[in-house]
């Protein structure tokens, strides 16, 4: 029989700490000289706009490559070549990585025509990179969220298809009945289809904190699975995802991620 998984509280924020993975440094392609990088890439690289907008503004006739208009998909930048957007010349930023203990009350935007804070006001000024959230937390939801400009590796971990595990720590205003934790281990439908989470249990044995394992992409899952049974969510805190963990990271704090995390995210070494 498959036995149920338990998490305890100090488990939720440890557990991935501390596993002996090993990481294997990134290697270049034997052969491979070829320093060029597609236009398109190049001006997202830049945080001018994604790489479909670029192909936009390319075909429009508003980028030059050494000072001749350029409206060629395809076409393809070499480092020393000077590459001018709406006449101003386009650097490709240093790539940054920033993991942040999201505080409650604060959207996931770079802005808000409501006036609410964002997370980019926790780094704002900090950092001469613009970056950008990589997927979404609700403005009530707390907890881990990855930050970047490197627009490759966000495609990369907010795709649905990736699905890279998450993991929650939901705490509740009332008991949750362990039948219903029983049901959502083995799957349930919502409006948008079905969903099975990959481990569920309550919290050091409390009945109203419960700590749920997924790899969904889907939009508000969480609180949409215990909707459907009529909970109300005091709290919601990502505590895991992608391999990474907010170990020692206070709430409403950045870090930039380590060299070693980097390469786990961009090589897929983790759970």
């Given at each position: ?126 950092i001469p990179q613009r970056v950008y959230p990589v997927g ?39 008991k949750v009945n362990k039948e219903h934790l029983e049901e ?47 909970y109300n969510i005091k709290r919601l805190d990502r505590v ?32």
């Amino acid at each position: 029989m498959h036995k149920k998984r338990v998490y305890k509280k100090a488990n939720i924020t440890n557990k991935f700490q501390t596993q002996g993975k090993r990481i294997s440094p990134v290697k270049e392609k034997s052969g491979s000289s070829d320093n060029t990088i597609r236009l398109n890439k190049f001006l997202s690289n830049a945080g001018i706009c994604s790489r479909r907008e670029a192909d936009t503004l390319i075909a429009t006739g508003v980028v030059e490559i050494n000072g001749k208009v350029v409206t060629e998909l395809g076409t393809k930048v070499n480092p020393d070549d000077t590459v001018k957007y709406d006449g101003s010349v386009i650097k490709a930023e240093k790539k940054v990585y920033i993991l942040m203990n999201k505080p409650k009350d604060f959207v996931t935007t770079l802005d808000d025509p409501e006036g609410r804070k964002t997370v980019i006001d926790l780094i704002k000024n900090k950092i001469p990179q613009r970056v950008y959230p990589v997927g979404r937390l609700d403005r009530n939801t707390t907890g881990l969220l990855l930050l970047t400009n490197d627009g490759e590796l966000t495609k990369k971990l907010s795709h649905p298809k990736y699905n890279k595990k998450k993991i929650y720590h939901v705490v509740f205003d009332s008991k949750v009945n362990k039948e219903h934790l029983e049901e959502i281990a083995a799957g349930i439908e919502l409006d948008d289809g079905f969903i099975k989470v990959d481990a569920i249990n309550y919290v050091d044995n409390k009945k109203n904190e419960i700590g749920i394992e997924l790899h969904s992409g889907r939009n508000r899952i969480v609180r949409r699975i215990f909707e459907k049974y009529g909970y109300n969510i005091k709290r919601l805190d990502r505590v895991y995802f992608a391999g990474l963990t907010k170990l020692n990271l206070p709430r409403g704090k950045w870090r930039f991620l380590t060299d070693r995390e980097i390469t786990m995210l961009k090589t897929g070494m983790h759970e």
